[in-house]
């Protein structure tokens, strides 16, 4: 049930890198998470000349043009453990396959009760039973 956002700069990446990124994205969760391979809902958001703004230095980085956020939606009952091992996941994943710094990969992961999923049919199908992963 977790919810991909990378927001890229635009003309940056090319297809195959753009299928690369939501390849690492899906691996980030199995890896680091246990979550099922199908479990795959990512978005990929191009973003113009300053429609995407990364303070280079913030918190001791050095992030280039090549910066990118990544949102992760995810059940709000993982503990900080599950936060720390997605988290370091996504940033190897994405850093091998896209050839950035590890400083250009800024990550918000967002807890979201797994009641308001809807996977289709306007059903919550997460609402009456515990997590499954």
Not at 49 to 64: A, N, V, Y
Not at 90 to 99: A, G, K, T
Request: no cysteine.
């Amino acid at each position: 049930m977790p919810v991909f956002n990378a927001h890229i700069p635009a003309n940056r990446y090319s297809p195959e890198q753009k299928r690369a990124l939501a390849d690492a994205l899906n691996q980030s969760l199995v890896q680091g998470l246990g979550i099922p391979e199908g479990d795959r809902f990512i978005m990929i958001s191009e973003h113009g000349e300053g429609e995407l703004s990364l303070d280079p230095t913030f918190m001791g980085m050095q992030r280039s043009g090549d910066a990118m956020i990544i949102t992760l939606l995810l059940g709000a009952h993982r503990p900080l453990e599950d936060k720390r091992a997605v988290a370091a996941a996504i940033n190897r994943l994405v850093v091998e396959v896209l050839d950035v710094s590890p400083d250009d990969v800024f990550i918000a992961l967002i807890p979201v009760p797994n009641e308001s999923f809807s996977f289709g049919r306007g059903e919550l199908q997460l609402a009456d039973g515990a997590p499954r992963w």
